[in-house]
T-cell receptor
Framework: RKEVEQDPGPFNVPEGATVAFNCTYSNSASQSFFWYRQDCRKEPKLLMSVYSSGNEDGRFTAQLNRASQYISLLIRDSKLSDSATYLCVVNIGSTGRRALTFGSGTRLQVQP | EAQVTQNPRYLITVTGKKLTVTCSQNMNHEYMSWYRQDPGLGLRQIYYSMNVEVTDKGDVPEGYKVSRKEKRNFPLILESPSPNQTSLYFC????????????FGQGTRLTVV
């Protein structure tokens, strides 16, 4: 079983739609959680950190459910520029070896 | 400008010919790592370094070496590349290995024939 699992998609949605991505992680000792965005063949970039209380940044809302080991990302009012792959990322491991572990990514295509 | 710089961006080489991919960061970050990205597998950590002269294996270290002689540089060495090392490689740096953002280089697309 992968440590971080995501639906690969693609999710094809019209402009203006609301879309939600989910991610599950297997290690209950995971310490911190992130969503990264990766455009085709480019480097991943931090979209937002995910906090236990949930957090929002403009059209983006991230939620964490530690009991279910589940992370979500909600995008409202989708724009063409939101088309990308969204990577769920978890900080896993012991103190000295805590490493970012990446899901395989969920591809989003926003259509006009 | 804060950045992580990788070179080269693209490389085609032959099996067995040693190569080095360079990585440099200008943010004074302690923690640096190398990842490879393959379709359907996501990014997998190859090696990481928590500081100068401190390196350790990640999840897929076979066939790779690294060094960290200076804080800013973290080269990835393939002593004898093989076709299964054809991949997209990313170098990343972070302030530490806790809850801080990772900054990535632009990637190196390596093809081994």
């Amino acid at each position: 079983r992968k440590e971080v699992e995501q639906d690969p998609g693609p999710f094809n949605v019209p402009e203006g739609a609301t879309v939600a991505f989910n991610c599950t992680y297997s290690n209950s000792a995971s310490q911190s959680f992130f969503w990264y965005r990766q455009d085709c063949r480019k480097e991943p970039k931090l979209l937002m950190s995910v906090y236990s209380s949930g957090n929002e940044d403009g059209r983006f809302t991230a939620q964490l459910n530690r009991a279910s080991q589940y992370i979500s990302l909600l995008i409202r009012d989708s724009k063409l520029s939101d088309s990308a792959t969204y990577l769920c990322v978890v900080n896993i491991g012991s103190t000295g070896r805590r490493a970012l572990t990446f899901g395989s990514g969920t591809r989003l295509q926003v259509q006009p | 400008e804060a950045q992580v710089t990788q070179n080269p961006r693209y490389l085609i080489t032959v099996t067995g010919k040693k190569l080095t991919v360079t990585c440099s960061q200008n943010m004074n970050h302690e923690y640096m790592s190398w990842y490879r990205q393959d379709p359907g597998l996501g990014l997998r950590q190859i090696y990481y370094s928590m500081n100068v002269e401190v390196t350790d294996k990640g999840d897929v270290p076979e066939g790779y070496k690294v060094s960290r002689k200076e804080k800013r540089n973290f080269p990835l060495i393939l002593e004898s590349p093989s076709p299964n090392q054809t991949s997209l490689y990313f170098c990343a740096s972070r302030w530490d290995n806790r809850n801080t953002e990772a900054f990535f280089g632009q990637g190196t697309r390596l093809t081994v024939v």
